[in-house]
């Protein structure tokens, strides 16, 4: 059963482009249908990366900025199991 998904100009034209450079390369014709059911199938293997591409807000922590806070952790001494931890959440 085939049902249609809208696209704009340049999304279908960008997929006209994907499909003809796998033709070359490939060396095998392949539909539309079949790139798109790929790239859903390797999205779906990947979801966190998708959802995280959505994400309204990002905000990039710079290395120099990483390390201080890497820098600035100290040891208690004191061991914490996941019990612990259990016992102070739940």
Known sequence: MATSVKVDDETKSRLERLQAEIRLKAGNRVTQQEILAR????AIRS???LVDSFRKERVPVSESDRDAFHKAMISSGTTTSEADLDDVLY
């Open 39 to 42: 790239v859903i199938e390797d």
């Open 47 to 49: 979801k966190d990366d």
